[in-house]
């Protein structure tokens, strides 16, 4: 129907530009011949991102003179998401047997330490082509891998950390980038940037409180917090759509106006309104309804508030009907996002907290004017955004479990790979110094909730790496085994005493058991795998000499960790024979794997399960 009604209005969107002339090279051999006779060499930059029809279409212009030169690098490809097809490059020797190729292996933009962590992370993929990355710029600072409490500690720990940069001299706004997988991520840091008085950008992106679907809730809240706000009542009074049209709206404003009352009170008059229809007085009556039961809350918990009003007006559902979800900017969790928000107004404001208090906070933030009009700012963006830029000191943050990889990607390996290709090309963007970061809770709705790190931080160089903790941190699987040992993580009676730091990041320890806290899957299993019951409820004791094998080591020892197997893995077992994981749930001891077997399906707990490992 779209696309009828385009044609009707001797229209075009922006894929018809490559729609109909792919059609057009293809129904019509003279003109391809004339276009091909015309156009002898064809050169086209970053042809990993080229779709189906801009592949006909180079291809189409590409055959009586097939002077075709393509630049890209499939390890960036990461569009697959709208279209992007990564075997246009993959296969241009298949297409193309004649073709000459050159590699640009040599990287002139990061520093050693960071290309080797780059490197050896897109060796994960197994759709690439092979190549050995090296640069001649001099050595740097380690890349750093650091873990924070929670995002909110991760926001201000960052902030100062570039304060103190630009304090000493070191760096000025302009050097530094945050890159996260959605936008959604942003507010904390910006609200941490705005605390220290440093100015920053977002590229391709709305400051948070300038996404639409927030306006819309600050609209509401405005009219809540004063019913004389003309300007929210009309953004409000048919979002969620009600059936209330502009005529409606333009008569209520005639007859606010020939009153001199607000545009509320107006509504509250409606029958007073002789050229609305019944249906619209009927419509806008109920709307009047739905005011008042908000305003009931107006004194409530800001976060109170905020829950019920989007529970009240289904402004979740309707974000599902109206706005199709992006890799990078997804409403609903905007939304979530301004509830966290709420959270943490209500918990920095106990007795002084209002509704009007958060509102001037809000008002204040949003005023971008007090920037100096410079390009001299921190730039916050999405991974997606950062491709093709390139800056002195980069954070990556949130490198989390259903973040990156994004949740969607999990089921599909070949959405996998181009998740890590995000993260590859969001490591590559830095120069001299990087920080990749995740932190053990994460807000959701309000609510700080376990998160997970990346499988992807497990990928990693780290003994080649600086790797900052948490002081005291245990492993994040801390609440899956709260659950069923409560002591099984009790292992040092005292803090070992920390006296430098040795090569390549290591700590040193003066005193005390050497205990690593181990912060991913793969160290699991040396406490519970395959035949080994689970710990008496007993605190253990643990002498100095204590040692927890690290991930290496248990890779090295035939166990096969926790982290290895995944969707899609075949497996072994002694009755059933093989079998391929269908789906992964759980985490830690309760990891469980159901198993479709050539006469069966089964479900096992991993770390108990009679199971080998035949191919990832």
């Known amino acids: 129907v779209y696309q009828q009604q385009l044609l009707t209005a001797n229209a075009v969107d922006f894929d018809d530009l490559l729609f109909h002339f792919a059609r057009l090279l293809r129904e019509n051999p003279e003109v391809r011949s004339n276009l091909d006779e015309k156009l002898k060499y064809i050169m086209v930059d970053e042809y990993q991102d080229t779709n189906l029809a801009q592949y006909a279409i180079v291809r189409a212009l590409s055959v009586d003179h097939p ?63 092979q190549k050995n990355l090296f640069t001649d710029n001099p050595t740097g600072e380690a890349v750093t891998l650091r873990q924070y409490e929670d995002g909110y500690k991760e926001a201000d720990g960052i902030a100062d950390e570039i304060a103190n940069q630009m304090i000493a001299g070191n760096a000025e706004p302009r050097d530094f980038a945050i890159m996260c997988r959605m936008n959604a991520l942003t507010r904390s840091i910006e609200h941490a940037l705005r605390n220290r008085g440093i100015p920053y950008q977002i590229v391709n992106g709305l400051e948070f409180y300038q996404r639409k679907e927030i306006k819309d809730l600050l609209a509401y809240l405005h009219l809540i917090n004063n019913p004389r706000h003309d300007v929210a009542f009309q953004r409000v009074i048919n979002t969620p759509t009600r059936g209330i049209g502009a005529k409606t709206l333009e008569r209520l404003q005639r007859f606010a106006d020939d009153h001199r009352i607000p545009m509320l009170d107006a509504a509250r008059r409606v029958d007073e309104i002789d050229s609305l229809s ?89 005023d971008t004017d007090a920037f100096e009009d410079s390009n001299n700012r921190v730039t916050l963006m999405t991974l997606h955004a950062a491709k093709g830029l390139e800056f002195p000191r980069v954070f990556i943050i949130a490198v989390e479990d259903n973040l990156l990889p994004h949740r969607r990607s999990k089921e599909d390996e070949t959405q996998l790979e181009e998740e890590r290709r995000l993260l590859f090309v969001g490591v590559t963007r830095a120069e001299k110094w990087l920080q990749i970061s995740y932190a053990k809770l994460r807000s959701f709705r309000g609510e700080n909730q376990p998160a997970i790190p990346s499988m992807f931080l497990g990928e990693l160089p780290r003994d080649e790496m600086q790797v900052v903790e948490v002081k005291g941190s245990r492993n994040f699987f801390d609440d899956a085994y709260d659950d069923e040992y409560p002591d099984s993580w009790d292992l040092v009676q005292e803090p070992a005493a920390v006296t430098d730091t040795g090569p390549a990041g290591q700590t040193e320890i003066a005193d005390g058991p050497r205990i690593l806290p181990m912060t991913d899957q793969s160290a699991i299993p040396d406490l519970y795998h395959d035949d080994v019951p689970p710990p008496k409820k007993k605190k253990p004791k643990v002498s100095i000499q204590t040692e927890l094998k690290t991930a290496s080591d248990l890779l090295q020892s035939g166990v096969t960790p926790l982290g290895a197997y995944r969707e899609g893995s075949t497996v072994r077992h002694n009755e059933y024979g093989e079998g391929t994981i269908i789906a992964l749930t759980g985490k830690g001891p309760k990891r469980t794997a159901k198993i479709q077997f050539e006469e069966t399906e089964e479900t096992f707990r991993l770390a108990f399960a009679k199971i080998e490992l035949v191919e990832r």
């Open 278 to 366: 019944k249906r619209a007085k009927t419509l806008v009556t109920s709307f009047i309804r739905l005011y008042d039961r908000l305003s009931i809350k107006a004194t409530a918990t800001l976060e109170d508030l905020l829950r019920y009003l989007i529970e009240e007006i289904k402004f979740v559902a309707y974000l599902e009907r109206t706005t199709p979800e992006q890799q990078d900017n997804n409403p609903i969790a905007n939304v979530d996002e301004f509830i966290s928000a709420a959270v943490e107004f209500d918990q920095m404001h106990p007795e002084d907290g209002s509704l009007e208090a958060f509102l001037e906070q809000v008002a204040l933030v949003s």
């Open 67 to 129: 002077n075709l030169a393509v630049t890209g690098d499939p390890d960036q490809s990461v569009y697959g998401w709208r279209g992007a097809d990564l075997n246009n490059i993959l296969d241009f020797e298949k297409d193309y047997p004649s073709v000459k190729t050159v590699r640009l292996e040599q990287n002139y933009r990061s520093s050693p330490e960071i290309l080797r962590v780059a490197d050896q992370l897109i060796r994960h993929n197994r759709r690439r082509k």
